[in-house]
């Protein structure tokens, strides 16, 4: 069987506080001894909202191996003075493992520019001998981003990596051995592991509880998709792309690998868990309203209620019962909201997801223990 290219991405805002330590897990899973040699192609980047009150800096150094002069001036059209943070974690990433950079400037009119003058071979120095290009976008969106990595990779693959996760050593290997072995399958997602402490809030709690359970959908912070499978782009303002991506690529051509984990931080603040159950129940209505042809083969979800009935603890029917009212909540106020605003604006971070430094002594401590069914 011939192995097929890799290109590993991330889509991210311009004031993401963590994607160093998400480069360094994805890195290491990307040098796993499990994947075929060679077959990671390259790294690609796009951070969005990188506008004229966030400018990149020159290079600090050319000994560090970064783009050449004529592609960092593209990169910073003006001797700017200030870089995002993600751009500065990536560049101290690629210095540390000796990965050459492109750091390439779009504009939303630029999104679908021609590419191929930027396309690079594998490098032949460092570690796993990687490239990386950095997409510097002066809009906002994550389905946007994902447009436009899609539109810049060059892997038959493409390894979507959310930028605020920690990614299990061999996860990567998992989804690509999956993908080889059923080659029918389009997405192969990761299993969703979600961080606890022992002191955690009870809305992370409550957020917990859910992921005990496989509901046979596509989970979006880590998946492995085949380049061709879809016929259309994302939808600009979709608020679910994991639910969109599921019932577009086809519920029969998506799996779940669940010895594949992804790390991840859950809500710990009401504001945060209210949030995100208004942009999921927003984005339910949004896949009835404007992508019901996609459901005629059913909805994206399948709901076990027996066995989540028997897996829930007695001490947990409580958590259970204000989980559904807040869901009904989250409902009646996505629905007024969306009777004044178009869908995209029930989309908002979540700051308390970003907290990782107790949640990382867990995972260093009991890997995987919190939300595993």
């Not at 000796?98 to 120095?125: M, N």
């Not at 460092?126 to 990595?149: E, F, H, I």
Request: glycine share 8%.
């Amino acid at each position: 069987m011939i192995d097929e290219t890799l290109s590993l991405t991330i889509p991210c805002r311009a004031d993401e506080p963590g994607l160093g330590s998400t480069l360094e897990s994805l890195f290491a899973a990307g040098l796993s001894t499990q994947l075929p040699s060679g077959c990671v192609r390259e790294l690609l980047i796009c951070i969005n909202g990188v506008g004229p009150d966030r400018p990149c800096p020159e290079p600090a150094s050319t000994s560090l191996r970064y783009a050449q002069h004529e592609r960092s001036r593209r990169a910073c059209p003006e001797p700017s003075r200030r870089a995002c943070p993600p751009l500065l974690a990536v560049r101290d990433f690629c210095a540390r493992h000796a990965i050459a950079i492109q750091e390439i400037t779009l504009s939303s009119a630029e999104q679908a520019q021609t590419h191929e003058q930027y396309q690079s071979s594998p490098g032949t120095e460092g570690q796993g001998a990687w490239t990386c290009r950095v997409l510097l976008a002066d809009w906002r969106g994550k389905p946007r981003a994902m447009n436009t990595l899609w539109q810049w990779a060059g892997g038959d693959l493409l390894l979507f990596c959310d930028a605020d996760v920690r990614i299990d050593p061999q996860a990567i290997a998992s989804l690509y051995a999956r993908m080889r072995t059923e080659p029918q399958l389009g997405l192969v997602a990761a299993r969703e592991v979600p961080m606890l402490e022992t002191a955690a809030s009870i809305w992370s709690r409550m957020g917990a509880l859910p992921y005990r359970f496989n509901f046979g959908n596509a989970g979006g912070r880590l998946f492995l998709i085949r380049k061709d499978v879809l016929s259309e782009p994302l939808p600009e303002d979709l608020l679910l792309e994991d639910a969109w991506l599921t019932v577009a690529v086809g519920k029969q051509r998506v799996r779940k690998a669940m010895q594949a984990q992804v790390f991840f931080v859950l809500p710990q603040t009401w504001r945060d868990y209210f949030a995100e159950r208004v942009r999921a129940e927003g984005g339910k209505m949004q896949m009835r309203r404007q992508h019901a042809h996609l459901l005629e083969n059913g909805p994206v979800a399948e709901y076990p209620w027996a066995g989540f009935l028997r897996r829930i603890r007695l001490r947990e029917y409580g958590l259970v019962l204000l989980a559904l009212g807040i869901r009904g909540l989250a409902r009646l106020w996505a629905w007024r909201r969306l009777k004044r605003a178009g869908f995209y604006s029930l989309y908002r971070p979540f700051t308390s997801t970003k907290q990782w430094s107790v949640a990382e002594q867990v995972r260093s401590g009991q890997s995987g223990q919190s939300g595993q069914s």
